[in-house]
């Protein structure tokens, strides 16, 4: 039988269940012929027919929301040598992108277990996003015997040191997720599975930001957690955009710390602080949440232009209501998969090359208000 350990502190949030639940819709979407995306590795725009992206300006598309989260994955031609894999997983904070990411790896070892392949994981994560909390978990982890310890680094220069550590205590460690610390950080992790482009990500959502606002006026930033490398090189594309336009200027920079609420108090605070704020730029899942709430409750909806990350249920209505601009969506699915699918081949004792490579490189796709209903649809079975 196929086991899997997951304590409960990962089931919190109501993102996973309600996903789950819609992707034998989207399997059916599949048969039906729909043509799903690859894994390429780069933000892509999803723009009407006929239109291109030029100069680095990006007009407002939408996109089919099967070409953006791909749910048809199968197991590659690799024979595991091992019948049975033990693996554990942690990441920054619980919360539902995570869940999504644990829905392709049960669906990884669904698979595994079909060819006779045992595949057992904890995946767990704190109830708030911590670096010394991961230590914990990767410390406690290491004396378990698990074949392959993956990691979504909660802060590069503090979870760094640990991983060279487990690894020079011969223990296998991969990073996985959105955040990866790597051979340029002086991480000897093995290999990364995920989102290679956060930067540009951040980039692209902030040049359609400018573009909306006709390349004026004064942005604020919600980036997330302080030292996650996925919200910190967001928010260095959202800078860097923004400084190549002599009329636009950053007025506010605040760490929510991946929370909904602590988003909704500072975009609060920027509104009340900054009268002639025209945009809003979010660098997680969480905070375009919090700030289309402030933007509502302060009635300047139409007047503030949001963009940001992610498939988040009450996101993806603010977008179809025209509250948030754009969202950037991350395949997650694809992420948990092919995780499960490095970590056996790392266990095996194969290092990155013909086998795999060092990085798996995941999408990441951007929608706008016409590309709303129908993610809806697919994700949460929500039909307008």
Not at 185 to 209: K, S
Not at 230 to 236: G, I
Not at 308 to 332: K, P, T, W
Request: glycine share 10%; charged share 25%; proline share 3%.
């Amino acid at each position: 039988m196929y086991r899997k350990k997951v304590k409960k502190e990962t089931r919190k949030g109501n993102g996973k269940g309600k996903i789950r639940a819609y992707i034998a819709s989207v399997l059916v979407m599949v048969v039906c012929g729909c043509v799903l995306m690859g894994c390429n590795g780069k933000t892509e725009e999803q723009l009407p027919e006929g239109e291109a992206v030029s100069n680095g300006q990006m007009p407002a598309g939408g996109g089919n929301a099967a070409d953006i989260i791909e749910f048809d994955h199968l197991l590659e031609e690799y024979v595991p040598l091992k019948e049975e894999y033990n693996f554990y997983f942690t990441y920054k904070t619980v919360h539902p992108w995570w869940d999504a990411v644990a829905i392709g790896m049960e669906d990884a070892a669904k698979q595994y277990e079909e060819m006779g392949v045992i595949i057992n994981y904890e995946y767990l994560a704190p109830n708030a996003a911590s670096a010394q909390d991961q230590i914990l978990r990767l410390q406690d982890a290491s004396g378990c015997g698990f074949d392959v310890i993956g990691v979504d680094v909660a802060d590069v220069d503090i979870i760094t040191p640990v991983i060279n550590e487990l690894m020079e205590n011969g223990q296998k460690v991969m990073t996985f997720s959105s955040s990866d610390a790597g051979k340029e950080d002086g991480c000897d992790r093995i290999a990364y599975v995920g989102n290679t482009h956060n930067y540009e990500d951040g980039a692209t959502l902030t040049e359609a930001l400018c573009e909306k606002l006709a390349y004026q006026g004064e942005v604020a930033v919600l980036v997330g957690t302080k030292g996650a490398p996925c919200h910190e090189d967001r928010a260095l594309g959202v800078q860097d955009v923004i400084a190549k336009y002599p009329d636009m200027k950053i007025v506010e920079i605040a760490y929510d710390e991946d929370s909904v609420e602590k988003a909704y108090e500072f975009t609060k605070a920027f509104l009340k602080e900054n009268p002639n704020l025209k945009g809003i730029a979010c660098c997680n899942m969480s905070n375009p949440v919090g700030a289309a709430r402030a933007v509502i409750e302060a009635g300047k909806e139409g007047d503030i232009v949001i963009v940001g990350m992610d498939h988040d249920r009450e996101a993806l209505r603010y977008l179809q209501d025209g509250v948030i601009y754009a969202l950037g969506v991350q395949d997650c699915y694809s992420i948990g998969f092919d995780t499960i699918q490095v970590a056996v081949k790392i266990a095996d004792g194969h290092f990155p090359g013909d086998v795999y490579p060092e990085k798996t490189e995941e999408s990441t796709t951007i929608i706008y208000q016409d590309g709303a209903a129908e993610m809806l649809q697919v994700l949460y079975g929500e039909i307008h």
